[in-house]
């Protein structure tokens, strides 16, 4: 009996006694040991936020552009005589004011727009909706968004319209009456050069101004045949690929005597420099006009 109870205070001395002292753990081991869970906590936000491939492969397109450069430029040292002289023969046809330089930089610039024809553009392939609802949900729970607030239940009050939500219709432009009579256009009909017409009436800052400003105006797109004829007769530079307009010189002339233009400082009407046109070139305008004046009807 004695042996037992001796052995029962043992075994409760034991398990409820002082356990033996152990060296206590410092509390800045314990910030150490989550310091890196935190750091990888910063670096799957990060991973989230720049995983686009597109800026991967702008970053890498950046760093490489330099060397690309070089390399374009010593590929067009290869042809730079040949242009050259092709330059060189386009201002001895044309005249002195042919600038060769700015031709052959043109002339390459539009090598390297065809050039993008090497590179056709892919679709792009979706992420799976499996990958993007969880790439979502990693955004969320690093950034989390405040809950919204439920509307009160009640009447909601009528409120105006406002300009995003009201789809505006442009008006259409208006081809009809005299000025727009394909019959108009004869052998003594005149004409001059958009860009022309376009500094003539003061918007020459603008380029382009007087096609959105006069939007009823007829202009023909003239054509390769149309532009050699142009450059021939010194009319028009040779502007290669560049779009070239024709306005009927009558209608700038009704522009330059209306009220916006006619007490304008801005306006030189000696810029124009008017021409006439074969007949071949003419019945094309004409084509041109009704096709226009017809297409305005219908829409």
């Not at 052998?187 to 003539?200: E, P, Q």
Request: aromatic share 6%; with cysteine; hydrophobic share 30%.
């Amino acid at each position: 009996m004695g042996a037992q109870r001796a052995d029962g205070a043992r075994d409760w001395n034991q398990q409820d006694g002082p356990e033996p002292e152990q060296n206590p753990t410092p509390p800045w081991n314990l910030m150490i040991k989550h310091r890196p869970i935190q750091k990888r906590g910063r670096r799957s936000h990060l991973s989230v936020s720049y995983t686009d491939p597109q800026i991967s492969m702008e970053l890498l397109r950046a760093v490489l552009q330099p060397s690309l450069n070089q390399e374009i430029l010593q590929v067009f040292s290869k042809y730079h005589q040949l242009l050259n002289k092709a330059a060189e023969n386009v201002k001895e046809n044309i005249g002195d004011e042919v600038q060769t330089d700015q031709l052959i930089s043109e002339t390459c610039r539009n090598a390297l727009e065809h050039a993008k024809l090497l590179f056709p553009e892919t679709e792009v392939k979706r992420p799976p909706p499996e990958l993007k609802r969880h790439r979502d949900d990693e955004s969320h729970r690093a950034s989390p968004v405040p809950k919204k607030r439920k509307p009160r239940a009640g009447p909601v009050p009528d409120r105006p319209l406002s300009f995003s939500q009201v789809k505006v219709k442009a008006e259409p432009v208006k081809r009809e009456g005299p000025k727009w009579d394909p019959n108009r256009l004869n052998d003594n009909s005149t004409f001059v050069l958009g860009s022309r017409a376009n500094k003539a009436l003061g918007m020459g800052g603008t380029r382009g101004r007087i096609y959105i400003k006069h939007s009823d105006l007829f202009k023909y797109a003239a054509d390769a045949k149309d532009k050699q004829w142009l450059a021939e007769r010194h009319h028009m530079r040779a502007t290669g690929g560049k779009m070239a307009y024709l306005l009927i010189e009558q209608d700038i002339q009704d522009l330059a005597q209306s009220d916006e233009y006619k007490e304008c400082p801005d306006v030189h009407m000696e810029e124009m420099k008017p021409f006439s046109v074969p007949v071949w070139m003419v019945e094309k305008m004409q084509r041109a006009m009704e096709a226009q004046r017809d297409a305005a009807a219908d829409a």
